[in-house]
């Protein structure tokens, strides 16, 4: 029997959702799209982000920090794990439910609480980038710096917003236990919202005020796997060049070569698109046979058998 391709899907915002509810929708709706795969014949393994739910956790721990002085600021490292685990309960349930109306019944589903190593001098920490949690006014944004020490940005006209540091992933300190539950079959949840950041001090992790790119934290856990796709699930069926232009044009099959001269011409959305197309590179250059894929998650049948998507190849 061929060996079954081992696929590391990364879930963007729009399989989650933004709010309880819609969370609690989109997660029967991807499953769908992730048992059609494991339908397929492939081995899943899936990551996904927590954008909006990392911010609602935080905004959520500030508020107690109003009605209960005795509280402290709960770290972000925390906020991270607190949606990790959230996020993992309602995607563990919705694929387990999903496999079994399928009449599938020998795939066991779990979380696995991950926690990702980043570099304590990575410049990232220098230069918080990502915003997170609710828009504020200057008074608020100022009240917050000084209370919390917080940095709080200007967002395009909206308003201030916490910026957190977004640091680059470097070891994934479960993978041990990860691997094993993919090598005995198990459907296996990782490195949710990039994964919990910590710095390694001596035999004691420590959690790292950063939030990591969940594109990037994939395509290291892809890597650690030996899988043979990445593929990135997101808002467009595509890649573009000039995006959002008269001159837009969709890519179907671009080389890695392509893909960083494409980069280089600053085709794709820091914060969007680009870290996607940087994690895709990353993997399909490092070895023979590895693709990525990016592309919307309701397609990610008809991608893998490589009718739409936007592929990545050496
Ligand atoms: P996710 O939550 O899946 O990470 P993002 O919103 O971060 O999604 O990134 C996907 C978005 O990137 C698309 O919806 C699109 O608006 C934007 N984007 C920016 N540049 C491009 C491009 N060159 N081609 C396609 N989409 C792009
Ligand atoms: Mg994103």
């Not at 920490?125 to 006014?137: E, H, L, Y």
């Not at 009240?143 to 916490?162: L, V």
């Not at 949710?192 to 910590?198: E, K």
Request: charged letters at 20%.
């Amino acid at each position: 029997m061929a060996k079954k391709k081992r696929i590391v899907i990364a879930l963007g915002g729009n399989a989650l959702g933004n709010t309880l509810p819609e969370q609690m929708k989109a997660v029967k709706i991807t499953a769908k799209a992730i048992v059609d795969l494991i339908e397929e014949g492939c081995e899943v393994v899936v990551a996904h982000g927590n954008g909006p739910q990392v911010g609602m956790v935080n905004n959520a721990m500030i508020a107690l920090t109003h009605e209960d002085k005795a509280q402290p600021n709960t770290p972000l490292s925390v906020c991270v794990a607190m949606s990790q685990a959230y996020i993992g309960y309602d995607l563990q349930n919705a694929l387990q439910e999903e496999l079994l109306n399928r009449g599938i019944t020998n795939i066991p589903v779990a979380t696995m609480i991950t926690q990702v190593r980043v570099d304590a001098d990575d410049p990232a920490f220098q230069a918080p980038s990502k915003p997170i949690g609710k828009f504020v006014d200057y008074k608020q944004a100022a009240q917050m710096e000084r209370d919390f020490s917080y940095i709080m940005k200007e967002d395009a006209g909206r308003g201030y917003r916490r910026v957190v540091a977004s640091p680059k992933p470097v070891e994934i300190i479960e993978i041990g236990t990860i691997r094993n539950m993919v090598e005995s079959g198990d459907l296996v949840i990782a490195c949710g919202g990039g994964g919990i950041p910590v710095i390694r001090q001596g035999n004691h992790l420590k959690g790292a005020s950063a939030v990591i790119d969940k594109d990037f934290a994939s395509c290291l856990l892809a890597k650690e796997l030996d899988a043979d796709f990445l593929i990135i699930l997101t808002a467009v069926e595509k890649v573009a060049l000039h995006y959002g232009t008269p001159e837009e044009t969709w890519l179907d099959n671009v080389s890695v070569a392509e893909a960083n001269q494409y980069i280089k011409e600053g085709h794709f959305a820091p914060g969007s698109m680009l870290p996607k197309v940087q994690a895709a590179v990353s993997f399909a250059s490092s070895k023979p046979g590895r693709t990525a894929l990016i592309t919307l998650l309701e397609n990610s049948r008809d991608a893998i058998q490589g009718k739409t998507g936007t592929t990545f190849h050496l």
